[in-house]
């Protein structure tokens, strides 16, 4: 870029430095989101609750199921498709 165009395009700079933070935010915020540990230590703890007779298993069933639906959302992502793509 020559010098011209740096000096043309320095009033977007602002505008640039926002966009690229936001774009570190986003991702890391989804890699928050499709993080599987904590899902995987929610179900450790879920079968642990059962175990101790804290939950019945019409809640453990329940739970199990929401959590598995997301590790599933989550191996997907990682795969490369997205939570409607065909099994």
């Known amino acids: 870029m020559g010098l011209l165009s740096q000096i043309a395009t320095l009033p977007l700079a602002p505008v ?3 966009a690229w933070v936001v774009e570190r935010v986003v991702q890391a915020a989804e890699n928050e989101y499709y993080d599987p540990e904590p899902i995987e230590r929610a179900l450790a703890e879920l079968e642990r609750a059962l175990l101790a007779g804290e ?3 019409e809640t453990f069933d329940r739970r199990e199921d ?3 639906d997301r590790l599933e959302e989550i191996r997907a992502h990682a ?5 409607d793509a065909p099994h």
Do not use: K, T
Not at 79 to 83: D, L, N, S, T, V
């Open 55 to 57: 939950i019945d298993e």
């Open 16 to 18: 640039r430095g926002v």
């Open 79 to 83: 795969g490369g498709a997205g939570p």
């Open 66 to 68: 929401e959590l598995l």
